[in-house]
Structure formats: structure tokens, C-alpha cells
């Protein structure tokens, strides 16, 4: 009887560590910023995305994270082919505010 009760003891505490919770030293917060987001091999655009998407969830304005500095001739061409094709998605198109009525900057 006493080999018994101690096996039995012992698959009571196995069983008891393997349900226990385990404690993750990163916290979801810590997850989304955009540094732990790039460090672990996403890009940049990627880390804005998500930092897009808590922003708008929380209901702050959305603001870019990284400026991204072009000259005045890529400039130019960026925005001629923006009126040529209204489909290709600039900047603006992700950081500008949601309306729920439409409006001509939809397009």
C-alpha cells in the first residue's frame, strides 16, 4: 500500500504541474510596438499596420510612424500616377479618417 500511495502522489503532482498556468514575460502591448515588431523580422510597414490598427481601435488619429522622405521628382510622379490610377494606395489612403457617409477621397 505505501508504493501506491506514493505513485499515486506522485501522478497527482504531475498532473498538478502540467495544468499550473504559465506566466508569459511579454505582454500583448509589449507584442504590438513597433521595435519588438521589426526585431523580430517583420517590416517596417508591417509594424505600422499594427500600430494602424490599435490606434483605431483605441480611437486615437492615426499618424505614421516612419516619414518616408522622397525628392520632388519622385514626389511628382507618385502623385501623377495617383491621378492616373486612383487605385494605387499612397499614404494617404491608410491615414486618413473613416467617414461613414462617402466622399470623393474614397476613391
Do not use: W
Not at 510596438?33 to 510597414?45: K, L, M, R, T
Not at 500600430?51 to 519622385?74: C, D, W
Amino acid at each position: 500500500m505505501g508504493a501506491m500511495k506514493k505513485s499515486l502522489f506522485l501522478v497527482l503532482l504531475l498532473s498538478f504541474a502540467f495544468c499550473m498556468q504559465a506566466n508569459a514575460t511579454v505582454t500583448v502591448d509589449q507584442l504590438t510596438e513597433p521595435d519588438y515588431v521589426i526585431n523580430n523580422g517583420y517590416s517596417e510597414a508591417t509594424a505600422e499596420a499594427v500600430m494602424l490598427v490599435k490606434s483605431r481601435t483605441k480611437g486615437q488619429p492615426a499618424e505614421p510612424i516612419y516619414e518616408r522622405g522622397h525628392n520632388k521628382f519622385v514626389r511628382f510622379c507618385r502623385n501623377v500616377m495617383g491621378y492616373l490610377d486612383p487605385a494605387q494606395s499612397t499614404d494617404e489612403t491608410i491615414h486618413h479618417d473613416i467617414h461613414m457617409s462617402p466622399n470623393f477621397r474614397d476613391l
